[in-house]
């Protein structure tokens, strides 16, 4: 390992602050390093000095960023997931945290039985019900666990979401809490670089981080 990069430094030091602001053991709370569309340039730094969980957008993109490279790390894709991409998510990630739709539960349980991989599964609920969002809406979530479980055979560990820009991000995140509470999911996915701190006080077990890593994406 190197020296840390100062802004990976910074944001794993923050981490650390608003989980014990908390009263939570900042290990309980995972950096997933958002790197879609970053340059190489930018990632290996963060990777060298003992980032392991990455998130990336689109399946295509990780797959030709690092293939080859994912001796102990941990990918997680964060975009959103077509149906018919469903096989190579399912070869390539560890965990998925954009099942939305029962089509896509379908697609995957399929992958899943196949391919005799089981990437962990987050159910990703569109909290401030964006039409232009994926997500499955917070009134239709506790039915679709349910189906996720019964109909599909799959396992969500946890839920994710991304509050809408313009509005205060903690009831957001209250909202998900609950969700998950009543259906006994035990992770949540939720802040990223503008209030991932606000996430660790509402119960994040782990964060998206980009630009505050990395710099504005290109």
Known sequence: MTTPPPAYADVVARIGRAAQAARRDPASVTLVAVSKTQPWEAIEPVLSAGQRVFGENRVQEAMARWEGRTADLTLHLIGPLQSNKAKEAV?????????DREKLARALADELQKQGRAPRLYVQVNTGEEPQKAGVLP???DAFIAACRT????????????PPAEEPPGPHFALLGKIAARNGLAKLS???SGDFETA?????TSVRVGSALFGARS
Do not use: N, Q
């Open 91 to 99: 070869a390539f990630f560890d965990v998925i945290e954009t099942l």
């Open 139 to 141: 009134a239709d979530a």
């Open 151 to 162: 109909t599909y055979g799959l396992e969500p560990e946890g839920l994710m979401c991304i």
């Open 190 to 192: 939720m802040g990223m």
């Open 200 to 204: 660790i006080r509402f119960g994040a």
